[in-house]
């Protein structure tokens, strides 16, 4: 799985707007997402992802990695291959864990929104799981997005859901820029 992909379905664009970002209606109908209107607003990019990332949890972990290097190493230790062959933008980036659970169905995706309050570059997430209607698809999952950051002097990266609720930090393991 490389994330979730949003396609050109005007439906699908809706809700991924309204869920994550708030957007701007073209006059064609087409929706783009709104441009950052506060201060303290960054945006972040989601550049990868997959449903198999080896997670040594259960719980939901945030690293922040300086590099390429460094997320070529955090990728090696994993025993997985996030990135393949495809080039990266410089870093800092950070990946989101959703942890290990037992069915498939499981998702993460970042806003492109972020907010630097002090020294806290803070993320939101929508986390995505089965429909509680249907049985989910067979087999354990460790989803993991891979998502570039802002250079900053910030010391600290958290992520929140959607709700403001906080659900994981992490010091930073880089050099801030």
């Known amino acids: 799985m490389r994330g979730i992909p949003i396609t050109s379905h005007p439906v699908v664009s809706l809700l991924a707007c309204a869920g994550l970002a708030a957007c701007t209606t073209l006059p064609d109908g087409s929706l783009l997402p709104a441009q950052l209107s506060r201060p303290d607003e ?104 891979l998502v570039g950051l802002p250079a900053g002097p910030y010391a600290r990266v958290e992520i929140a859901d959607p709700a403001g609720r906080r659900r994981a930090v992490t010091a930073t393991t880089a050099t801030p820029r």
């Open 42 to 145: 960054v945006e972040v990019t989601e550049l990868r992802g997959l449903s198999q990332c080896a997670a040594p949890a259960d719980a939901v972990r945030i690293e922040r990695l300086a590099d390429v290097e460094a997320v070529q190493a955090w990728q090696q230790a994993r025993g997985i291959d996030l990135i393949g062959g495809e080039a990266l933008p410089d870093g800092p980036f950070a990946v989101i864990d959703l942890g290990h659970r037992p069915d498939g169905g499981y998702g993460i995706a970042i806003s492109r929104r972020a907010e630097l309050r002090g020294p806290v570059l803070r993320l939101t997430a929508s986390f995505l799981r089965p429909h509680a209607d249907e049985a989910p698809p067979p087999g354990g999952t460790s989803p993991c997005v």
